[in-house]
T-cell receptor, first 115, second 114 residues
Framework: AQTVTQSQPEMSVQEAETVTLSCTYD???????LFWYKQPPSRQMILVIR??????QNATENRFSVNFQKAAKSFSLKISDSQLGDTAMYFC????????????FGKGTLLTVNP | ETGVTQTPRHLVMGMTNKKSLKCEQH?????MYWYKQSAKKPLELMFV???????ENNSVPSRFSPECPNSSHLFLHLHTLQPEDSALYLC?????????????FGQGTRLTVV
């Protein structure tokens, strides 16, 4: 079974600054995907970024980037130039390849961006 | 708006009531999911449906009864629930594409059992 651990229940950052959210996971699988999802107060779970385990290059999406360390089983999310709209719960999630998109989530990190 | 709609947004029910949650998507997706989100716990996968067939039941108590009449609709029928079943229930849908799959989530139903 897979587990996903987010060790930071809450974080805060000043607007325009950079913040990094941590995620570690445990699996014996070799082929999998990792995701960061954002859940704002509207409760809609929105995909922020995803990483295929077979790719060594770290994924980036505009202001969002990841630091994927496969050997260390670490998958952190960096948010650059933080904006007030980034305030949300952020969930790290794991999916085994071929598992019909069954996601295993961490407990989440509440990020608050302060003006 | 992701294209996955859940109703109702909020529901308060007594332990002896029977109610249903509804999820609808018109994205052409063939798989639909129910997740439970409780406070201070990770999201838990409850059920998976593929082309209307249930392919996963994650040891969910029988007081939760899913129904998938077609690929666009998913229901969760609730009866004789317990207060610990109070949570946010999220529906998601996916469609397999070559080299890429993404889940789209609804906004959830906030369920309170009294």
């Amino acid at each position: 079974a897979q587990t996903v651990t987010q060790s930071q229940p809450e974080m805060s950052v000043q607007e325009a600054e950079t913040v990094t959210l941590s995620c570690t996971y445990d699996t014996s699988e070799n082929n999998y995907y990792l995701f960061w999802y954002k859940q704002p107060p509207s409760r809609q779970m929105i995909l922020v970024i995803r990483q295929e385990a077979y790719k060594q290059q770290n994924a980036t999406e505009n202001r969002f980037s990841v630091n994927f360390q496969k050997a260390a089983k670490s998958f952190s999310l960096k948010i650059s130039d933080s904006q007030l709209g980034d305030t949300a719960m952020y969930f790290c999630a794991f999916m085994k390849l071929g598992s019909n998109y069954k996601l295993t989530f961490g407990k989440g990190t509440l990020l608050t961006v302060n003006p | 708006e992701t294209g996955v709609t859940q109703t109702p947004r909020h529901l308060v029910m007594g332990m002896t009531n029977k109610k249903s949650l509804k999820c609808e998507q018109h994205l052409g997706h063939n798989a639909m999911y129910w997740y439970k989100q409780s406070a201070k716990k990770p999201l838990e996968l409850m059920f998976v449906y593929n082309f209307k067939e249930q392919t996963e039941n994650n040891s969910v108590p029988s007081r939760f009864s899913p129904e998938c009449p077609n690929s666009s609709h998913l229901f969760l029928h609730l009866h004789t629930l317990q207060p610990e079943d109070s949570a946010l229930y999220l529906c998601a849908s996916t469609r397999e594409r070559v080299g890429y799959t993404e889940a789209f989530f609804g906004q959830g139903t906030r369920l309170t059992v009294v």
